[in-house]
C-alpha cells in the first residue's frame, strides 16, 4: 500500500486517508495492521506546493531573465578580477 501511495507522500500534495476498521474478530489481525499503518501516516509531514505551469512566451521571458541575471554577475565577476590583477 505504501508503494502505490508513494507519489502521495513524496511530499507535494495535501492527502487524507480513510481508514476502515471493523469490531469483528474475524478481521482483527488487518483491523490492527490498518490501524498500525494510519498512525505512521500520520506522522507524515508534507508541504505542498502548486506547480508552476507556463505557456511558451512565460518560458521564454523566464529564461530572458535569468540569462540577463547571469550576465550581469558574470560582468560583476570580471569586473572584480580586472580590478584585483590591476592592483598586483
Excluded: W
Amino acid at each position: 500500500l505504501t508503494r502505490i501511495l508513494q507519489p502521495s507522500l513524496s511530499g507535494n500534495a495535501r492527502m487524507a486517508i480513510i481508514c476502515c476498521a471493523t469490531p469483528s474478530q474475524l478481521y482483527l489481525e488487518e483491523t490492527r495492521s490498518t490501524l498500525q499503518f494510519a498512525s505512521r501516516a500520520k506522522l507524515v509531514k508534507t508541504r505542498a506546493t502548486v506547480n508552476e505551469v507556463l505557456d511558451d512566451r512565460a518560458v521564454i521571458k523566464k529564461l530572458r531573465k535569468e540569462m540577463a541575471d547571469l550576465q550581469r554577475c558574470l560582468a560583476m565577476k570580471k569586473n572584480t578580477s580586472y580590478h584585483h590583477l590591476k592592483g598586483n
